[in-house]
């Protein structure tokens, strides 16, 4: 397992290209925060597909982390998508993981993605780490 200030100090270090906020970790769960602005917006005034599936994909992430510490080489294996709803332009993000299955070799989350004060999912994933053999 690793703490929320473990994840944000490996995230600061080691992932530098990591541009998300972690709220809460812990108990096969995740959530994350991406603070949205005009550079993550598409044509149209709503936040771009790319940037929401990263949004997912890092929920993941921190969500598998948290439940097995700091295993740096876990990879995405797949990432089934739906967007839902247009997304507010002017709110940030908010992703909530659960993992729905924890293996020695695979883990298998869902992410539900939010608009700040929505109750409403704009978007759901689910997705699949590679975890490496444990030496």
């Given at each position: 397992m690793a703490t929320k200030s473990e994840l944000e100090h490996f995230f600061a270090t080691e992932f530098t290209q990591a541009d998300f906020l972690i709220e809460e970790v812990g108990n096969r769960r995740a959530t994350i925060r991406k603070r949205i602005t005009e550079a993550h917006l598409r044509p149209g005034g709503t936040v771009s597909g790319p940037v929401l599936m990263e949004v997912a994909d890092a929920a993941l992430y921190v969500a598998i982390l948290g439940e097995l510490g700091l295993v740096a080489m876990a990879v995405t294996t797949s990432l089934n998508f739906n967007f839902l709803r247009k997304p507010v332009s002017d709110r940030?993000?908010?992703?909530?993981?659960t993992l729905m299955k924890v293996g020695k070799a695979l883990v298998v989350g869902e992410v539900s993605m939010y608009s700040e004060g929505d109750q409403e999912p704009v978007a759901r994933a689910v997705g699949s780490y590679a975890i490496p053999p444990r030496k």
């Open positions: 940030d993000i908010i992703a909530e993981c």
